[in-house]
């Protein structure tokens, strides 16, 4: 006899419990990636942010092929404060329905993602930087590193303009 499989009732500390979990350890080259609505910044850096980062980014068309969803810190506030949006409602659905893929998700928010990409470029900088120093490396080593350290860079850059985005979609507001 098989088990009776349990229904979930995503809660707000449920959902918080479940991304503070996955986000420690998600990797986004080659996966599939859902953005939900209501991010606070501009959409298309957001994306290219993941772009370079390997992964395939979309904000329509949530189905089965979907590895990592962000949820925008807007809509988790909201469910914070007890506001259920429709998309969190779905995703409850979805995890209940019968022989889902959707139970494997990875989740992560907004924020999370933004402080893993800078943690991770000011890292490699400070790496990539300490082993240019190496008086045994060669010139064409030395140039890879630096090709990576501008990469990292370009990262830190596209977080700054994002935060930007936020900062001018709050003037344009008031």
Do not use: H
Not at 18 to 23: E, G, Q, T, V
Not at 137 to 143: R, S
Request: no cysteine; aromatic share 10%.
């Amino acid at each position: 006899m098989a088990a009776k499989k349990e229904n979930v009732n995503l809660t707000y500390d449920a959902l918080w419990f479940k991304i503070f979990m996955d986000s420690l350890d998600i990797k986004f080259y080659g996966k599939e990636i859902f953005i939900s609505s209501g991010l606070a910044g501009n959409q298309s850096v957001f994306m290219q942010m993941l772009g370079n980062i390997g992964g395939y980014a979309r904000t329509t068309d949530f189905d089965k092929d979907i590895d990592i969803v962000i949820i925008s810190d807007k809509m988790l506030d909201n469910f914070k404060s007890g506001i259920k949006d429709s998309f969190i409602q779905m995703l409850e659905d979805k995890i209940n329905g019968s022989n889902t893929p959707y139970r494997k998700l990875k989740f992560t928010t907004e924020n999370l993602l933004l402080e893993t990409l800078k943690t991770r470029a000011n890292g490699r900088i400070r790496t990539n930087t300490k082993d240019l120093k190496d008086e045994k490396n060669t010139i064409e080593l030395n140039a890879l590193i630096t090709q990576a350290i501008e990469r990292d860079e370009l990262m830190l850059g596209m977080i700054k303009r994002y935060r930007d985005s936020v900062k001018d979609v709050q003037q344009a507001i008031f």
